[in-house]
């Protein structure tokens, strides 16, 4: 289960197994929040996710293997027994949980910024720095994303 895939296909993956059948559902971080799955009564935590990081000196985005957060293990966990009695069960030893970070990171801290650039170029600011962000994005990547867009040509001097 994943977040491209269309709505047909979701609903199969989440409707309930026939009487009498198990039924597993692979899914990734989008089956941490974004959805309930009914009769759910064990999770397989990996303790591992993909995120994207954008690497500002080559202007790619890459996927990183990382382990969970606390949060998102916690989550996970959360998804088993919500609409009858069940269990996670995590693969690692448990006391890795404790060296877990508490939170995953803002995804502005390791984003490509060159959109929300643009869009606050095209809303009037020239100086995103000086915006309250609730998590600031580091001033590298924003000098670097206004550094692409005037290569492009997309900002106006």
């Known amino acids: 289960l994943y977040g491209n895939l269309s709505q047909k296909e979701q609903d199969a993956a989440i409707r309930p197994a026939s009487q009498g059948t198990r039924k597993i559902v692979l899914a990734t971080s989008i089956a941490e929040t974004s959805i309930t799955i009914d009769g759910v009564r064990i999770v397989i935590d990996s303790g591992l996710q993909r995120l994207p990081v954008f690497e500002a000196s ?10 969970v957060s606390r949060a998102s293990a ?5 998804r088993a027994g919500r609409t009858e009695p069940g ?5 690692w030893h448990q006391g890795q949980t404790a060296a877990l970070p508490a939170f995953t990171p803002p995804q502005i801290l390791s984003s490509d910024l060159s959109g929300l ?8 600011v020239q100086d995103p720095a000086s915006l309250a962000f ?3 994005p580091p001033e590298t990547t924003l000098r670097e994303a206004r550094v692409l867009l005037g290569q492009l040509g997309a900002l106006d001097k």
């Open 87 to 91: 269990i996670a069960i995590r693969l």
């Open 74 to 78: 916690d989550q996970r966990a959360g």
């Open 58 to 67: 080559t202007g790619i985005t890459r996927l990183e293997t990382v382990r």
């Open 134 to 136: 609730v998590d600031q």
């Open 117 to 124: 650039v643009l869009d606050l170029a095209h809303w009037g």
